[in-house]
């Protein structure tokens, strides 16, 4: 088996998408698996992904306190969160980063039917791409197939989000404290938009971490199929 996969992915960049198939077809004999056991044992990860990891992210401090996707100030703002800090003001800037992760946790919440829908669409071609593909492969099928609608989804959500948890009225503080510093340079920051993406920035790099323990760790495939179809593409 592993024989066989090495030439598979050895021979990949050098041989038609026809040759590619009858080298698959190959591995799919010898694992006794169907194309809609290898699809659905993608699925099972990516759902994972979402389940174990996305979820996560719609609890309080779910983005806050977590170091891989916390959201920090924007570039464009560090020079007022240094020029606050310097006339004691600290306690609020650090208000107002916890509000835009407060933010980003609400809108998480509508992510769910987007994913779902997304994943019931893998066809057996595009699994077999995410399964011999990088370690990242199907994170990156997920966020190309539903970024577009996670952004539309995740935007106006955020805007809410900034009412309810008042970041708006904090930031507005904020913003309007540092403007009165003599000789600064006045800003105006799109804050809501600066969240929605860092939102969606957070929610791969989670999916990403799920999906690389699957591929990685043996004890994380938490069902049969999904032991059968990544033993595919264990290291050889």
């Known amino acids: 088996m592993k024989k066989i996969l090495l030439i598979l992915i050895l021979a990949t960049g050098n041989v038609g998408h026809a040759q590619f198939q009858k080298l698959f077809d190959k591995i799919k004999g010898n694992t006794g698996l169907s194309q809609e056991q290898i699809g659905n044992g993608l699925k099972q990860a990516l759902d994972n992904g979402i389940k174990n990891q996305v979820t996560k992210l719609t609890a309080q401090d779910g983005f806050y306190k977590n170091e891989l996707v916390k959201i920090l100030i924007p570039d464009e703002l560090k020079a007022v969160d240094k020029g606050l800090r310097r006339i ?7 208000e107002g980063i916890k509000v835009l992760n407060r933010a980003a946790e609400d809108a998480v919440k509508t992510a769910t039917p987007i994913f779902v829908n997304a994943v019931k669409e893998i066809t057996f071609n595009d699994a077999k791409n995410i399964l011999l ?33 008042e970041a708006d009225k904090i930031w507005n503080q904020l913003i309007s404290k540092y403007n009165t510093i003599p000789f600064v340079k006045k800003v105006n920051p799109n804050l809501t938009d600066y969240v929605t993406n860092q939102a969606l920035k957070g929610v791969f790099t989670m999916i990403a971490v799920e999906e690389d323990g699957i591929r990685e760790k043996v004890g994380l495939r938490d069902t ?13």
């Open 88 to 94: 004691g003001m600290g306690n609020l800037v650090d």
């Open 224 to 236: 049969a199929l999904l032991k059968q179809v990544f033993a595919l593409q264990d290291k050889k």
């Open 133 to 165: 593909g990088e370690k990242n492969a199907a994170t990156m099928y997920l966020e190309t197939k539903t970024q577009q609608d996670l952004y539309q989804s995740f935007m106006p959500v955020v805007e809410q989000s900034f009412s309810k948890v």
